[in-house]
């Protein structure tokens, strides 16, 4: 019985963060920061970055993730609360470009001098 209650746990909390990270993406494309992250430092437990708010104008937060929980922390009014945030999602879309990038690995010879070596 305690297994499957806490099955049942996992499962509801899967389908939690799923939606929190939907909903912080959604608000990071309709804030138009998404793609806009900057990864200013990382270490085994945790990945660092910068995102400017939707206003451009030079502030931002510093926005931490934790990988192997997948927990986002950021110091904004709403991720103070735990509520998902436009700067999360900036982050979230910029880790799933990560991943992504990890998992092809660019095998063309030539693809960096097409890209006028620009990474």
Same mark, same amino acid.
């Given at each position: 019985? !305690?297994?499957? #209650?806490?099955?049942? %746990? *996992?499962?509801?909390?899967?389908? /939690?963060?799923?939606?929190?990270?939907?909903?912080?993406?959604?608000?990071?494309?309709?804030?138009?920061?998404?793609?806009? !992250?900057?990864? #200013?430092?990382?270490? %085994? *437990?945790?990945?660092?970055?910068? /995102?400017?708010?939707?206003?451009?104008?030079?502030?931002?937060?510093?926005?931490?993730?934790?990988?192997?929980?997948?927990?986002?922390?950021?110091?904004?009014?709403?991720? *103070?609360?735990?509520?998902?945030?436009?700067?999360?999602?900036?982050?979230?879309?910029?880790?799933?470009?990560?991943?992504?990038?990890?998992?092809?690995?660019?095998?063309?010879?030539?693809?960096?001098?097409?890209?006028?070596?620009?990474?």
């Amino acid at each position: 019985m !305690a297994a499957q #209650t806490a099955l049942l %746990a *996992a499962a509801a909390d899967r389908a /939690t963060r799923e939606l929190w990270e939907a909903r912080a993406l959604a608000l990071a494309g309709s804030r138009h920061v998404d793609g806009t !992250a900057c990864l #200013t430092r990382e270490n %085994a *437990a945790m990945r660092v970055y910068w /995102t400017p708010n939707g206003d451009r104008r030079g502030t931002g937060y510093v926005v931490v993730v934790f990988p192997v929980t997948r927990h986002i922390v950021c110091p904004c009014p709403a991720g *103070a609360f735990g509520k998902p945030c436009a700067h999360a999602g900036a982050v979230i879309h910029a880790e799933r470009q990560r991943a992504y990038a990890e998992s092809h690995p660019d095998t063309d010879v030539l693809a960096s001098w097409r890209r006028g070596f620009d990474w």
